[in-house]
């Protein structure tokens, strides 16, 4: 036998989050609420009604109609999907050709360039200004050059928190010939989505997922905003039978839940607010040269050269969150009042002893 795997798969290493029993958990952008008990018990009843001898609808529409209510927008434009990284592979590998052009920003979320990377299309990277943004104009004019295929960002970004407005981003999707796809994974912490206008233009993708606001990242569910052309080409190169049964079935017992989702969202903007605050007034106090980006997110990015050992002194005391070596930084998600203040404490603990006391 001398089978050998191809080269572009030889090195790659399976994705790790975060290992090991961490009793505070800030490092991977959930929702700090599961589900209530009102949900829970609905769910036991759609669990007792599924008929797990059938193959799911491939068109998810049960779960569809809730989402596209709860977002305003119609069912026809929504193709749905085991989670939004099934969508992000879909797109690489089956919107797009071997070596065709696409332009990824930088931070920003991994999964981008991983999925094109295996999909051999063309990678080009936009490196976004001292503000951690996007100058659209600048991002125009790179498409243009470049006669790219495919531009894809996330709007707000993961992991900077930052974002462009609906006015911007409408201004890009209407100035370039290629493929926008604008992830608005964290959209539900602000107000410049794009997602009902989303049918308007035949080249603009809009992402979602349950992961994030929605709280539901045990279930893996993302959807897919587009025009009918874009959508009946994304549920024609799907796996047919992508979201289970049981996802669709909760998923559309959550949207159904709207004030529920809408408390839940509010109080999310509240303590992320409440947080970016906190770790601002702290850095500020001790006029320490950290740089703490006001989030459109649910987590607070945080640039500092003491990143990586904030980062294991919080492992150590059981708080994990996201450290970004590149771009020596931190990203912390919003816990509830009681997480982010242990977090809170502990990151004041390490300044005092390790930054203080040592430029003495
Ligand atoms: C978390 C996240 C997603 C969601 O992925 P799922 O597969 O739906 O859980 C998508 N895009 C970005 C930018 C994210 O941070």
């Known amino acids: 036998m001398s089978y050998k795997l191809c080269e572009k798969v030889r090195q790659l290493e399976p994705y790790e989050p975060i290992s090991g029993n961490y009793k505070i958990r800030l490092d991977a952008n959930e929702s700090y609420y599961n589900f209530p008990d009102v949900i829970k018990n609905e769910i036991k009843n759609i669990i007792d009604n599924v008929a797990f001898n059938r193959y799911p609808d491939p068109n998810a529409e049960r779960l569809v109609e809730p989402f596209a209510d709860y977002y305003g927008i119609s069912p026809e434009n929504v193709t749905a999907s085991n989670g939004s990284d099934e969508l992000l592979y879909l797109i690489a590998s089956a919107m797009l050709t071997r070596n065709s052009k696409v332009i990824v920003?930088?931070?920003?979320?991994?999964?981008?360039?991983?999925?094109?990377?295996?999909?051999?299309?063309?990678?080009?990277?936009?490196?976004?200004?001292?503000?951690?943004?996007?100058?659209?104009?600048?991002?125009?004019?790179?498409?243009?050059?470049?006669?790219?295929?495919?531009?894809?960002?996330?709007?707000?970004?993961?992991?900077?928190?930052?974002?462009?407005?609906?006015?911007?981003?409408?201004?890009?999707?209407?100035?370039?010939?290629?493929?926008?796809?604008?992830?608005?994974?964290?959209?539900?912490?602000?107000?410049?989505?794009?997602?009902?206008?989303?049918?308007?233009?035949?080249?603009?993708?809009?992402?979602?997922?349950?992961?994030?606001?929605?709280?539901?990242?045990?279930?893996?569910?993302?959807?897919?905003?587009?025009?009918?052309?874009?959508?009946?080409?994304?549920?024609?190169?799907?796996?047919?039978?992508?979201?289970?049964?049981?996802?669709?079935?909760?998923?559309?017992?959550?949207?159904?839940?709207?004030?529920?989702?809408?408390?839940?969202?509010?109080?999310?903007?509240?303590?992320?607010?409440r947080l970016y605050k906190s770790i601002k007034d702290i850095t500020d106090n001790y006029k320490l040269p950290f740089k703490v980006y006001e989030p459109r997110t649910n987590f607070v990015f945080v640039e500092s050269d003491k990143a990586g050992e904030i980062c294991e002194f919080l492992l150590q005391n059981s708080i994990a969150v996201r450290y970004f070596k590149n771009a020596g930084a931190l990203r912390i998600t919003t816990g509830n009042e009681k997480e982010n203040k242990e977090f809170l404490v502990l990151f004041e603990k390490f300044i005092i002893e390790n930054i203080l006391k040592r430029n003495r």
């Open 105 to 273: 920003t930088e931070p920003d979320f991994s999964m981008y360039s991983f999925y094109s990377y295996l999909s051999e299309n063309q990678i080009i990277t936009y490196r976004k200004n001292d503000s951690l943004n996007i100058d659209v104009d600048e991002l125009i004019s790179l498409a243009k050059v470049e006669n790219a295929d495919m531009i894809i960002f996330s709007n707000p970004c993961n992991p900077t928190g930052q974002g462009i407005s609906a006015e911007q981003a409408r201004k890009l999707v209407k100035s370039v010939d290629c493929l926008v796809v604008l992830d608005e994974a964290y959209m539900d912490f602000w107000d410049e989505s794009l997602i009902r206008e989303a049918a308007l233009y035949d080249n603009l993708i809009v992402l979602k997922t349950a992961s994030k606001a929605v709280g539901s990242a045990a279930i893996r569910l993302g959807f897919a905003v587009a025009d009918k052309t874009l959508t009946t080409a994304l549920r024609a190169v799907k796996a047919p039978y992508n979201v289970n049964t049981i996802s669709q079935e909760i998923g559309r017992c959550i949207y159904s839940h709207k004030d529920i989702l809408n408390s839940r969202r509010q109080d999310i903007i509240e303590n992320t607010a």
